[in-house]
């Protein structure tokens, strides 16, 4: 049997830290269940601690973005690196709404290099019932790498404008997160490096930061979310500047950009 140790909330770590975490699954919401996937992040702060089980639930084919956010109430930490967080919801979203009055709480289990997430949440604003049971592995950053960006943004290919505007669509990609408060804006500003080539998964930001899109896997489309045709398409990149009148910056990423 193991013998945990009750430590301090804010004695988890010495300073700032973020742990990011692949996660795969499934989730009941009000008993109708589907598989979820996207990520765990886990923010050790000094004035506080959270975690953000954020990505897709797929149900009847349908990919419907979510996040359930929590902070720590308890942590019980081994030596050999296994710990046990318990959580209580904070706040979150389904399908581009927001979760009202966040109920319950779940527990994070495991250590830095993978760990289970199980968790129970009712909305009662909403009047939404979540289960769900989850596997995460250690990611090495924020970002998924741009190969994996320009595939996870095609299989959104059809879906609807009014879930997903382009920088949702973008946050989904490239962080798995697609309800992440990052703007086509930031990524012009904050995300990777300008490039001159046009490389599969790079992000492509208008110059005055109002319309942004992903160049999908064969490197000669760009999807997008087309507010006239209400839903997200593929454009050849011939097109680019029908929608980036004012120019536009080919931005690319990786881990190492923030290490």
Known sequence: MKVLGLILLLGFVVCDEKHYYHQSGIMDVDNKRGNIFGVVIVELLKDVNLTHLAGMYVVDKVHIPFHISGKFTRIRKESNDYFEINITAYEGSFGGRNLKKLTGGGL?????????????YHAEGNNLL??????????????????EAARRAAYLVGESHSTYKNNHLLNHAVFGFSYLKTTCKDYLYNVGTATKEEKPGAVIVGNDGNYCAIIDHEGNKFIHSDSNKKMIIMTPMVLLKNYFRNGYTIKEYKCATHN
């Open 108 to 120: 994070l289990a495991g250590s830095w290099e993978k760990a289970d997430y199980f968790g129970r």
């Open 130 to 147: 979540f289960n769900f049971s989850t596997n995460g592995k250690k990611h090495p950053c924020e970002y998924y790498t741009m190969e």
